[in-house]
């Protein structure tokens, strides 16, 4: 993206997914010691079953950086689901704390506390509880190999953005999710701070369903997301405004928008730039940019350079015929047959109403 004309500054709203590691297998020799089998280490592995995932792209991303591991066999089992042990793994690597696990040594109370963690994974959990990643009291019912929900993977990465001190400053934003009222309370701002910086998203039908069990493919999608709409970028911030106009002409998509402090930004957008861009609930491909509408709340993620992550525009609202809002009635009068209403709304405006 490019920017024009005037003052720029860019946030960044996205979309969101995930996918995950795999499970190493723990093997005691004859001495009782253990003895990890790591899958391949290298970070340039190639897997040969995702070259038709949709993932595919942010599972090479996630694999490179050292994210996610494949099979011993080559493969990576996209549709996998994700285990709790492997998010947190996972989490713990892109928050940069390698290096500490390799470090860590286990005391005798951590190889007690941990005995239901393989052995390979246990400096990994105890790096994830010393920085808060994972609670003490979460520990106990902990279970390793159960498939991480939706949910419980928002809790794991708030987390870390906690860790990182990165707060979206968004108070008014909450995606209406048709089931919110299944989600967990504890899970509550998890779900609402991933969501409108662009780590997850929701489904077609409006659902964002918190009990879903995450795959594999769909963990790498989210930590790419995490990875660079958070983690590197930390001083990401979210525009609010209005969308002023949008024009599309020789295939660059212009946007102008308005800020809540009246404040004008334009954007460009062309096909090859990797800013995600939303319309409604659905990521616009480029043969689909004319149907943006003017008119509409409009939302940025900007990362530190002041470059836009994603751009989330919501359609024009249609004129209602009517209007609806609360207020206090202050008085009633009959008066030859008509009755006459006195109301107060919310914002201290009188309203008189005749039946």
């Known amino acids: 993206m490019r920017k024009w004309i005037s003052i720029l500054a860019l946030c960044v709203f996205t979309t969101s997914i995930w996918a995950g590691i795999a499970l190493a297998q723990k ?31 942010d599972i090479e991303k996630a694999s490179k950086k050292g994210f996610v591991k494949g099979y011993e066999d080559g493969t990576f089992q996209p549709n996998k689901p994700v285990s709790s042990l492997e998010t947190l793994v996972i ?11 390799e470090d860590y040594e286990l005391s005798n109370q951590d190889l007690r506390s941990l005995k239901k963690i393989p052995y390979w994974a246990k400096a990994y959990v105890a790096v994830a509880l010393e920085e808060g990643i994972l609670l003490e009291e979460e520990i106990k019912t902990f279970n390793p190999n159960q498939g991480a929900k939706r949910y419980q993977v928002c809790i794991y990465m708030q987390k870390v953005l906690d860790k990182f001190n990165i707060n979206p400053e968004d108070d008014d934003f909450m995606e209406s999710f048709i089931d919110n009222h299944l989600f967990p309370l504890e899970a ?39 990875d660079k709409n958070c983690i590197q970028n930390s001083e990401a911030y979210v525009l609010n405004g209005t969308l002023s106009e949008a024009d599309l002409k020789n295939q660059v998509l212009y946007l102008s928008v308005i800020d809540n402090k009246d404040k004008k930004w334009n954007f460009t957008v062309e096909e090859d730039d990797e800013i995600l861009l939303y319309y409604g609930r659905q990521q616009l491909e480029f043969d689909d940019w004319d149907r943006i509408e003017a008119g509409g709340d409009v939302r940025v993620l900007l990362d530190k350079e002041q470059e836009a992550i994603w751009i989330k525009v919501a359609p024009p609202e249609e004129e209602a015929d009517y209007l609806l809002f609360k207020g206090i009635l202050e008085k009633v009068d009959l008066d030859d047959e008509e009755l006459n209403l006195n109301i107060v709304d919310s914002k201290n405006k009188e309203w008189n109403f005749s039946l």
């Not at 005691?28 to 280490?41: D, E, L």
């Open 27 to 57: 093997d005691q020799n004859a001495n009782g010691s253990f003895k990890g089998k790591h899958f391949n280490q290298s970070q340039d592995q190639r897997f040969k079953d995702v070259d038709q995932d949709w993932a595919r792209e």
């Open 91 to 101: 989490l713990v690597r892109a928050a940069g704390l390698e290096e500490q696990v």
């Open 188 to 226: 509550h701002k998890s779900i609402k701070n991933l969501a409108r910086l662009g780590v997850v998203n929701g489904y077609p039908d409006g659902s964002f369903a918190p009990t879903r069990v995450v795959k594999r493919n769909e963990m790498a999608r989210m930590i790419n997301y995490l």
